[in-house]
């Protein structure tokens, strides 16, 4: 009898996957350049040690020191160990509900200017997001146009926008892209002020839910998908979504 054994060719991990902080000074304490992250230095090694790709969401400092603000940036460490691709956050998340959560990204956070083009994998073309720029449709489909096939939103949800908006809006980018979405993400409590929503989710190109975590931290978890590109090709050759570019401007 033969026994095949199959082997995982990339590992995602959420948003500010190397620290959540208590506090804005602290934030601006722990962060470190890419080269100097004993986090990064670490993910690197195990990238290269178990052939394995890795996405990472990470701080950097900013590049206008005057500001005092620093990146959200997601990662792309090779088989081999190296960062390959790195895509700084677009949209920043300011929200001020009333009896709610308030949130002031751009108050800490530089704004990214450029959408990275799709890159090559061990799983296929991705492209590069982060949490709040899953509200934003052009982008996806701007990667989708590039040859996207995995669209990646590694997220740090809070609980309320998490219950009304995280699932609905995850499974309409990968629909409207034709393309699988991994969304890893941050989950529970983390201090006296920060929780978030969890429910890491892996999703077809049909919108269908291959895989989910909860919604608490009780340990690492992980959820495990089968990336079928055949099923991206096939879908977009049968329902083709042709956009009429004549009536409205391209992406």
């Given at each position: 009898m033969l026994t095949t054994i199959w082997r995982a060719q990339a590992l995602f991990l959420p948003e500010a996957s190397d620290y959540i902080s208590h506090s804005l000074a602290e934030t601006l304490?722990?962060?470190?350049?890419?080269?100097?992250?004993i986090y990064v230095k670490g993910l690197q090694k195990e990238a290269k040690d178990n052939k394995l790709a890795i996405n990472a969401g990470i701080h950097e400092p900013g590049d206008d020191k005057k500001s005092g603000k620093i990146k959200n940036t997601s990662i792309w460490i090779s088989e081999d160990g190296e960062i390959i691709e790195r895509y700084k956050k677009l949209h920043l998340?300011?929200?001020n509900l009333t009896n709610g959560p308030q949130?002031?990204?751009?108050?800490v956070f530089e704004e990214g200017m450029e959408i990275v083009p799709p890159l090559q994998t061990p799983v296929g073309l991705v492209g590069l997001l982060i949490c709040f720029d899953l509200r934003f449709p052009e982008v996806p489909l701007s990667l989708k146009r590039q040859g996207a096939q995995i669209i990646t939103y590694p997220s740090a949800f809070t609980v309320p926008t998490g219950k009304a908006h995280w699932e609905i809006l995850l499974r309409a980018r990968a629909i409207e892209t034709q393309s699988y979405v991994v969304a890893a993400a941050q989950a529970g409590h983390h201090n006296e002020q920060r929780v978030t929503y969890g429910h890491s989710l892996i999703i077809g190109p049909w919108g269908d839910i291959l895989a989910e975590l909860g919604g608490e931290f009780n340990g690492p978890e992980i959820a495990t998908a089968t990336i079928d590109l055949t099923v991206v090709n096939k879908l977009r050759q049968e329902?083709?979504?042709?956009?009429?570019?004549?009536?409205y401007p391209e992406l």
């Open positions: 304490s722990l962060v470190r350049p890419i080269e100097d992250s998340f300011d929200m949130a002031h990204e751009s108050d329902v083709p979504l042709k956009r009429r570019t004549d009536v």
